[in-house]
């Protein structure tokens, strides 16, 4: 409990001091007239998802001793989603190729894989390394641009990213599920990370931004399909499909229409 008032406190300071730094210098501001399927407004409000993320989340990881390695990884993704945030005419093709690059790094040096989807004839195609590699990968890009097509509504993504998390932790003990590698401390700090996020993104405190929306769904995905691979069998495969059906869908709908 102790632990959890401290997260809620660092992340309240935390993007309290990121917004107040970029608004000053009216550095990622977001300008609703170049994004037509967002809500018009005249306030001056900053693009701090991913920024706040990435700082807070070190900070807090520090102080519980956990493993930061991937937030380094996570980083390009940060300078992908600032540059589309700050040039709206960066072209889509570069984007998906760099974004494409450093998953590709992702995936292969932490090993992430979908051993089930709880499917017996694709579990079968799972086993074999390579397509298992490359349909990660897909998975990844698929959701990491389906959250990016969802953002535009104060609190809708990361209001859908909270009750995701409260979710996993509502899982871990309904079931009694334990977690090596500080996997729940992990789930935790991101709680305290969404929720302090989704009060001030719903008041238009704040947006998530692409480079927000790239940070946040892509940490998201990976917490989940580690929370599923490392439940010794405990939790379905399909659990993923549902917390994260619809920025696929999305994804899917705008590239067939």
């Not at 977690?179 to 008041?203: D, H, R, T, V």
């Not at 495969?237 to 590239?255: C, D, G, S, V």
């Amino acid at each position: 409990m102790h632990s959890l008032i401290l997260n809620i406190t660092i992340s309240v300071f935390t993007l309290f001091i990121i917004n107040y730094i970029l608004t000053k210098n009216k550095i990622l501001i977001d300008n609703p007239k170049l994004s037509q399927h967002k809500f018009m407004h005249n306030s001056i409000i900053p693009l701090s998802g991913g920024i706040f993320f990435i700082t807070c989340y070190t900070i807090i990881s520090q102080i519980n001793q956990i493993n930061i390695s991937i937030i380094i990884y996570l980083i390009p993704f940060l300078f992908i989603g600032i540059i589309a945030d700050i040039k709206k005419n960066f072209s889509p093709k570069i984007r998906l190729i760099l974004q494409l690059i450093f998953l590709i790094l992702i995936v292969y040096i932490f090993d992430i894989r979908i051993s089930s989807i709880d499917l017996k004839f694709f579990d079968e195609i799972l086993k074999n390394n390579y397509f298992n590699f490359f349909f990660s990968i897909f998975c990844l890009i698929t959701i990491l641009n389906g959250y990016n097509l969802m953002d535009g509504l104060n609190g809708f993504v990361s209001g859908q990213m909270l009750m995701i998390i409260i979710s996993l932790i509502l899982l871990i003990n309904l079931n009694n599920l334990e977690y090596a590698n500080n996997l729940q401390q992990i789930i935790e700090i991101f709680f305290s990370i969404c929720l302090i996020f989704f009060l001030f993104n719903i008041f238009g405190k704040c947006f998530l931004g692409d480079n927000g929306t790239y940070i946040f769904s892509l940490f998201l995905s990976i917490l989940i399909i580690s929370f599923i691979e490392k439940s010794g069998g405990k939790v379905s495969p399909l659990l993923a499909a549902i917390f994260l059906w619809y920025p696929a869908y999305e994804n899917l709908f705008t590239i067939l229409r």
